[in-house]
């Protein structure tokens, strides 16, 4: 079986900068903004490896207000970029997730802060909703205004710009219902984003790879033919 994150030969003498060496994936495991869960950590680095993937797990400041992850996010994809990285993509769970997607529809005012695709599994994407309460407390604190509530949701930071992204969730998840993923992805489609989602009809919160967790565990191997067209997708600048 061929590997679908091999270059394939330029044609006609045309160089192809495609190469998987400029990627760089970050995974930004779940916890609640509390916690940094292991086994959506490490294990997804190393399912990432496996792939022929640079990637890396970051830990994310916890306990703290917003915007104080997603500005530390932002300075974590700067520093990959100097490393060398000219496409980065983000893997998020959870309240990770919700991180993720923070940095990838508001990449702030550098080019450099910038992501090119991100996937997001079982992800908070709304602070609007009353599902996952504790999340929203540590990030926002008791008395959030609703204008802020509203401007940390991921569907209301779409524009037609945003980059594309897989999303996940299975619908038996009672601690982020899947609605939070229906919301992103009506956003995404509202605006012509290109975007995959898979919703598993059984699976509980907090799956990880979902190793022996019926249908839900295939979501690696779909999500590894998706990254694949992502990172074959010439890099900003690239010529």
């Known amino acids: 079986m061929s590997n679908p994150f091999e270059t394939a030969p330029a044609s006609r003498g045309r160089a192809e900068r495609v190469h998987p ?16 869960a292991p086994h959506e950590a490490e294990p997804i680095v190393a ?3 496996t792939l022929g993937l640079s990637a890396s797990v970051f830990r994310y400041p916890l306990h703290v207000r917003h915007p104080e992850p997603l500005l530390a996010l932002r300075a974590e994809i700067r520093r990959r970029r100097e490393q060398g990285a000219d496409r980065i993509g983000l893997i998020g769970f959870s309240a990770g997730g919700h991180l993720a997607g923070l940095a990838a529809l508001a990449p702030g005012d550098e080019s450099r802060e910038s992501v090119q695709f991100a996937v997001l599994g079982y992800a908070i994407t709304s602070m609007e909703t009353e599902t996952y309460r504790p999340a929203r407390l540590i990030l926002l604190g008791e008395d959030v205004s ?3 509530r509203r401007q940390t949701s991921l569907d209301a930071l779409v524009t037609t710009a945003s980059p594309p992204f897989f999303l996940w969730h299975t619908a038996e998840d009672i601690y982020v219902p899947p609605e939070h993923t229906y919301r992103l992805a009506s956003a995404l489609a509202a605006h012509e984003v290109p ?4 919703v598993f009809a059984h699976g509980p919160h907090s799956l990880g790879l ?3 967790a019926g249908d839900a565990a295939t979501w690696t191997q779909l ?5 694949a067209e992502q990172v074959r997708t010439p890099a900003p600048g690239a010529s």
């Open 21 to 36: 060496a400029t990627t760089h994936l970050i995974v930004l495991p779940g916890g609640g903004y509390a916690s940094h």
């Open 47 to 49: 399912w990432l490896s």
């Open 146 to 148: 609703p204008h802020l």
């Open 195 to 198: 975007h995959t989602v898979y």
């Open 210 to 212: 979902a190793q022996g």
């Open 223 to 227: 999500a590894e033919s998706w990254i």
